[in-house]
C-alpha cells in the first residue's frame, strides 16, 4: 500500500488564519454534553477559506462559477510537488521555467510556509507573470503552502488570471514531510454549493 500523506491543516480555534484577524479564526462551541444527559456535540463557524481550501472563480471573477461546479476528477490524479523552499518574495515565471511543466498538469508548490504554523505576512507567492505562464501552459491545478496564492499586488491579477483559464486554486497545504516528486493526489472539498471556496482534506499517496 502507498503511503499517505496528509496535507491538510487542522480545524482547531488557534490555527493561522489571514493575516492573523481574530474575525477569521475558527469558533468551536458545545452546544450539549454527557453532563446534560445528551449526546455530546459541537457547533463549528468559520470562513470558507479557513485552513486548506478550494477556491472557486466567484471568489473573485463577478458571476464566476461556484464551489459545486469544480468535479472531483479535476481534484484527483497525478500530481507534482515542486520544491520552492529556496525561494523569497515571490514565484516568477523564470522559477518555473527549470521544472519542464507540462499542459494539464497538478502542481503543488512547496515554500517556506510549510515550515510554520504562524501566518507569515511576506509569504512566497506566485507573481503575476509566474501565473500566466501556467496558464499559457495550461495546467489543471495550481496549489500553495500559503494560506494564499498572492499578495501585494493590484486587483489580485494572479487569482483572475488562473481563474480565467480554468486553472484551479488549492490554497492552505502542510507540505513540511513530503519531499519533492511525483504522487496521486487526493482532495476532497466539502460539498457545498452557490459559494466561492469550500474547505477540503488533502492527502498525497506515494513511495
Excluded: C
Excluded at 170 to 191: C, F, H
Amino acid at each position: 500500500m502507498p503511503k499517505i500523506y496528509d496535507i491538510s491543516m487542522t480545524i482547531e480555534e488557534s490555527m493561522q488564519v489571514w493575516k492573523s484577524y481574530e474575525a477569521k479564526k475558527p469558533h468551536i462551541t458545545n452546544v450539549q454534553n454527557h453532563d446534560q444527559g445528551k449526546p455530546h456535540e459541537s457547533l463549528l463557524t468559520m470562513n470558507t477559506h479557513t485552513g486548506t481550501h478550494v477556491d472557486a472563480p466567484l471568489h473573485m471573477l463577478a458571476g464566476g462559477e461556484t464551489i459545486e461546479t469544480i468535479s472531483l476528477d479535476r481534484l484527483v490524479g497525478p500530481a507534482r510537488v515542486l520544491d520552492l523552499t529556496h525561494l523569497t518574495g515571490f514565484i516568477t515565471k523564470e522559477d518555473l521555467v527549470p521544472f519542464a511543466i507540462q499542459r494539464g498538469e497538478r502542481l503543488l508548490f512547496k515554500t517556506s510556509s510549510s515550515f510554520t504554523e504562524e501566518f507569515m505576512l511576506e509569504f512566497v507567492f506566485l507573481r503575476e507573470d509566474g501565473a500566466q505562464y501556467l496558464a499559457d501552459i495550461g495546467v489543471g491545478l495550481v496549489a500553495t503552502d500559503a494560506l494564499g496564492i498572492e499578495r501585494a499586488q493590484a486587483e489580485y491579477p494572479t487569482h483572475r488570471t488562473l481563474m480565467r483559464n480554468d486553472v484551479i486554486i488549492v490554497e492552505g497545504l502542510r507540505l513540511k514531510d513530503v519531499a519533492a516528486g511525483n504522487y496521486t493526489l487526493v482532495i476532497a472539498p466539502l460539498k457545498m454549493t452557490g459559494i466561492d471556496a469550500a474547505p477540503a482534506r488533502a492527502f498525497l499517496m506515494g513511495d
